[in-house]
Nanobody
Framework: QVQLVESGGGLVQAGGSLRLSCAAS????????MGWFRQASGKQRELVAA???????NYADSVKGRFTISRDDAKNTVYLQMNSLKPEDTAVYYC?????????????WGQGTQVTVSS
């Protein structure tokens, strides 16, 4: 089992920055990748950024150049640095862990943290 707890959300003005944190606990050796997802009101959940155990990263087109995913293995924590925030970034942000070998899938999820960007 893997437990994930997000923190760092809040209210920020457009153009501002936030850093989200995801603290992981449990059977961490099973984690193959970590991702950040978001779900805005009335919209489908989407992948924002992901990082693999081999440090490969990928980002949604809407956040490329503005968001950066990173991890600190010593602290068992994954971060999402969000810069140049826009009102359309407003959503609940979820941290997720992929522990599935084949096919890969995000099978553990945090409770989410609200990010609200005002104009």
């Amino acid at each position: 089992q893997v437990q994930l707890v997000e923190s760092g959300g809040g209210l920020v003005q457009a153009g501002g920055s936030l850093r989200l944190s995801c603290a992981a606990s449990g059977i961490l050796f099973r984690i193959r990748a970590m991702g950040w997802f978001r779900q805005a009101s009335g919209k489908q959940r989407e992948l924002v950024a992901a990082i693999t155990r081999g440090d490969t990263t990928n980002y949604a087109d809407s956040v490329k150049g503005r968001f950066t995913i990173s991890r600190d293995d010593a602290k068992n924590t994954v971060y999402l640095q969000m810069n140049s925030l826009k009102p359309e970034d407003t959503a609940v942000y979820y941290c997720a862990a992929d522990t599935v070998n084949s096919p890969p899938a995000y099978d553990f999820w945090g409770q989410g943290t609200q990010v609200t960007v005002s104009s």
